[in-house]
């Protein structure tokens, strides 16, 4: 496997491109455009290359890469495009529509409107979910993001402040959790936020029962929900990186038997494992839906109740998260 791209190349990469799209006159105000630093045309004239690098230097690899997929926006650039897909991955392909979340109550009932336009309706127990609909800047949806949301969404809310807000939206979330090792990881993730930077961390979307996306519906004639009707947690990253967390209880590849009291305790609950048997079936769908997933872009990762409860939990999701952040060079200061 070809070894990474370093940043010193991505940045070259960068300034060739714009170095040759743009005349020197027209340099400064395209680096403006792209939230770089303006300068003089006397400086372009000189060098366009060296003009752009010096904007670009103190650059980290995580914001050359927005800022490459940016330009590619807008404009074509070959060698551009190499060096960016030497990078890896790099995410889900498509416009964000519809985040439907968070149910803590009885399932949302979810109707593709228009294939057309990918326009979403939820025609029963919207009352119960929360629904984000806004773009996605080039950070993915950060908590910030999610917290300024709720504030103009809960009228009560309107004049608190940052940290008033982040609580009442986090126990709001909580709520939708339905098992312990869920709470568990909700919260060892949520002691982020309060950490320097942490409001800028991606926000972990507990209970994710669409995340429709026209890359992962291309024919009018399939619309609907995704097979896997909800997702345990989703963050969505920068440059379009999505990753989707399972926690994997025994209801996850086994069914209750026939002599189980299923109708005092619901299959998702009782995890006896005297009343339950192995399931090829359900073990097959699973991990059928994570191939697609994968294939998609996604990036799925799954982790055994039993470890975080029976083990050392907090410590494995504590090393779970800080290699995942260090992975997408995204770790809080």
């Known amino acids: 496997m070809a070894p990474p791209v370093k940043a010193e190349t991505l940045r070259s990469s960068i300034a060739s491109a714009?170095?040759?799209?743009f005349k020197s006159y027209e340099l400064p105000q395209a680096c403006e455009a792209l939230g770089l630093e303006s300068g003089t045309e006397d400086e372009a004239f000189r060098s366009k290359h060296r003009y752009v690098m010096a904007r670009l230097r103190q650059r980290s690899l995580t914001e050359l890469t927005t800022l490459a997929l940016r330009f590619l926006d807008e404009y074509d650039d070959a060698d551009l495009e190499v060096t960016l897909a030497s990078l890896g991955p790099r995410g889900v392909d498509g416009e964000f529509k519809n985040l439907i979340f968070a149910a803590n109550g009885p399932k949302p009932k979810i109707v593709l409107r228009s294939a057309i336009?990918?326009?979403?309706?939820?025609?029963?127990?919207?009352?119960y979910c929360?629904?984000?609909?806004?773009?996605?800047?080039?950070?993915?949806?950060?908590?910030?993001?999610?917290?300024?949301?709720?504030?103009?969404?809960?009228?009560?809310?309107?004049?608190?402040?940052d940290i008033q807000v982040s609580r009442n939206l986090y126990a709001r979330l909580r709520a939708s959790l339905d098992s312990p090792p869920e709470e568990m990881l909700f919260d060892i993730y949520g002691a982020f936020y309060p950490q320097p930077g942490g409001l800028?961390?991606?926000?972990?979307?507990?209970?994710?029962y669409l995340h429709y996306d026209p890359q992962l519906r291309r024919s009018p004639a399939t619309p609907g929900p995704l097979p896997r009707q909800r997702m345990d947690f989703?963050?969505?990253?920068?440059?379009?990186?999505?990753?989707?967390?399972?926690?994997?209880?025994?209801?996850?590849?086994?069914?209750?038997?026939?002599?189980?009291?299923?109708?005092?305790?619901?299959?998702?609950?009782?995890?006896?494992?005297?009343?339950?048997?192995?399931?090829?079936?359900?073990y097959s769908e699973?991990?059928?839906?994570?191939?697609?997933?994968?294939?998609?872009?996604?990036?799925?990762?799954?982790?055994?109740?039993?470890?975080?409860?029976?083990?050392?939990?907090?410590?494995?999701?504590?090393?779970?998260?800080?290699?995942?952040?260090?992975r997408h060079n995204i770790a809080p200061s």
Not at 200 to 208: S, T
Not at 249 to 258: D, E, I, N, P
Request: hydrophobic share 35%; aromatic share 8%.
């Open 117 to 127: 336009n990918n326009d979403l309706e939820i025609t029963e127990n919207a009352e």
């Open 200 to 208: 800028d961390l991606p926000a972990l979307i507990p209970q994710v």
């Open 234 to 282: 989703l963050l969505l990253l920068p440059n379009r990186n999505r990753v989707v967390i399972e926690i994997d209880g025994v209801q996850h590849y086994s069914t209750l038997t026939a002599d189980a009291p299923s109708s005092r305790t619901p299959d998702h609950f009782d995890m006896n494992p005297d009343h339950r048997r192995p399931d090829t079936r359900k």
């Open 286 to 326: 699973m991990v059928s839906e994570d191939r697609r997933l994968r294939l998609e872009g996604y990036e799925v990762y799954r982790l055994g109740g039993y470890e975080l409860i029976a083990r050392d939990g907090k410590r494995i999701l504590l090393d779970f998260f800080h290699a995942l952040f260090v």
């Open 18 to 21: 714009l170095a040759t799209t």
């Open 130 to 161: 929360l629904t984000y609909t806004r773009p996605l800047t080039p950070a993915g949806l950060t908590w910030r993001d999610l917290i300024t949301w709720w504030r103009e969404t809960v009228p009560d809310l309107r004049n608190a402040d």
